[in-house]
């Protein structure tokens, strides 16, 4: 049986990077964000719903979705936020269970589920009994707001804003079984996922 294991944490905490590394090693990594893109693709029903109920302001030139826009609208307005992910996250959360589905056939040892909001939407519920441990990629909010403002040119109070609209570095913490700290650089990432695939294969093996 394939072991499920869940890689959250902060926004600019360095997800990515993590789960890069792990993907460099031979893992399958399922990332929501990047499901949440695909059932939002042109010709798909994501994006159609979404144009009926935002219109088409929301859509790029080339009729893609304009992130940017959209995001600017929900965090700015609860109700078409709540829309939002009554419409998109039963779709990829099916999406993710096909993935891991597949894995479970193909007899692999673990997976690598990238979810950035389970703190604030999985854990508790039933759908978190399908993962076996809690990976946080854990960083100060300094880091975060520092990163943050190189990456999207935002102010401080942009970056702070989003940090604030987390769960915090202390919820996240009480939820993990395991944590990467992602304050220095992308060789000690490396070395501390290298370090956590023995342990999560030595596991899944039991």
Same mark, same amino acid.
């Given at each position: 049986?394939?072991?499920?294991?869940?890689?959250?944490?902060?926004?600019?905490?360095?997800?990515?990077?993590?789960?890069?590394?792990?993907?460099?090693?031979g893992v399958t990594v399922i990332d929501a964000?990047?499901?949440?893109?695909?059932?939002?693709?042109?010709?798909?029903?994501?994006?159609?719903?979404?144009?009926?109920?935002?219109?088409?302001?929301?859509?790029?030139?080339?009729?893609?979705?304009?992130?940017?826009?959209?995001?600017?609208?929900?965090?700015?307005?609860?109700?078409?936020?709540?829309?939002?992910?009554?419409?998109?996250?039963?779709?990829?959360?099916?999406?993710?269970?096909?993935?891991?589905?597949?894995?479970?056939?193909?007899?692999?040892?673990?997976?690598?589920?990238?979810?950035?909001?389970?703190?604030?939407?999985?854990?508790?519920?039933?759908?978190?009994?399908?993962?076996?441990?809690?990976?946080?990629?854990?960083?100060?909010?300094?880091?975060?707001? +520092? *990163? #943050?403002?190189?990456? /999207?040119?935002?102010? $401080?109070?942009?970056? @702070?804003?989003?940090?604030?609209? &987390?769960?915090?570095?202390? +919820? *996240? #913490?009480?939820?993990? /079984?395991?944590?990467? $700290?992602?304050?220095? @650089?992308?060789?000690?990432?490396? &070395?501390?996922?290298?370090?956590?695939?023995?342990?999560?294969? /030595?596991?899944?093996?039991?």
């Amino acid at each position: 049986m394939t072991y499920h294991i869940v890689l959250t944490g902060g926004v600019a905490s360095g997800k990515s990077a993590a789960s890069h590394y792990f993907e460099e090693l031979g893992v399958t990594v399922i990332d929501a964000d990047v499901i949440a893109r695909e059932v939002v693709a042109i010709g798909s029903e994501g994006l159609k719903a979404v144009t009926e109920y935002f219109g088409k302001e929301v859509l790029n030139n080339d009729g893609s979705l304009n992130r940017k826009a959209l995001r600017s609208i929900v965090f700015h307005n609860k109700q078409d936020r709540e829309w939002l992910n009554q419409l998109l996250h039963p779709m990829i959360r099916s999406q993710m269970k096909s993935l891991r589905d597949e894995s479970e056939e193909s007899k692999e040892l673990y997976t690598i589920s990238v979810i950035p909001l389970y703190a604030e939407t999985i854990y508790g519920t039933n759908e978190a009994k399908q993962y076996r441990r809690v990976l946080v990629v854990d960083t100060t909010e300094s880091v975060q707001r +520092e *990163r #943050l403002m190189q990456r /999207d040119s935002s102010s $401080s109070e942009q970056a @702070d804003a989003l940090i604030r609209a &987390q769960a915090s570095r202390q +919820e *996240r #913490l009480l939820i993990a /079984d395991d944590v990467i $700290s992602n304050n220095s @650089d992308l060789q000690s990432l490396k &070395q501390q996922v290298i370090n956590l695939d023995k342990q999560y294969r /030595d596991l899944a093996r039991g």
